[in-house]
């Protein structure tokens, strides 16, 4: 069962681009976003980034191999966290019917996409994967 009011997600970062996934359904769809969702009953934040990671990518992650990125509270949510990782293993992206589409964006053009992301967050996505 999941915990509906809280979340995480897994920015993905493979050569300097980062994992995004277009959404299908509910929340802004047709929106480019990371893996992720919601923490069930019982799970870590960590947990759950590598769960949703698997089911909405098909990419294995391990909680061992994320890095806190930083934890957003909103009104329609308690609590969102964000990790980063460069460790995956996978070949190819298998999507959840959650999703329509993928794409690894180099950050110099992520400004072209409609993500998920507010500004904020964005911001710091940005500065962590050009240092990763």
């Given at each position: 069962m999941a915990d509906t009011n809280n979340s995480a997600n897994v920015i993905i970062v493979r050569d300097g681009k980062t994992l995004l996934l277009m959404r299908a359904v509910g929340w802004?769809?047709?929106?480019?976003?990371?893996?992720?969702?919601?923490?069930?009953?019982?799970?870590?934040?960590?947990?759950?980034a590598v769960r949703e990671t698997f089911e909405e990518s098909g990419l294995r992650i391990k909680a061992s191999d994320l890095k806190f990125l930083m934890k957003?509270?909103?009104?329609?949510f308690r609590?969102?966290?964000?990790?980063?990782?460069?460790?995956f293993s996978?070949?190819?992206?298998?999507?959840?019917?959650e999703h329509k589409g993928f794409t690894w964006v180099d950050m110099?053009?992520?400004?072209?996409?409609?993500?998920?992301?507010?500004?904020?967050?964005?911001?710091?996505?940005?500065?962590?994967?050009?240092?990763?």
């Open positions: 802004k769809t047709g929106h480019w976003g990371p893996p992720g969702g919601h923490i069930d009953q019982g799970e870590t934040p960590e947990q759950a957003k509270t909103k009104k329609d609590d969102i966290y964000f990790y980063i990782t460069d460790k996978g070949k190819a992206i298998r999507l959840s019917n110099k053009r992520i400004d072209e996409y409609d993500t998920t992301f507010e500004p904020e967050e964005l911001a710091k996505v940005k500065k962590a994967i050009l240092s990763y």
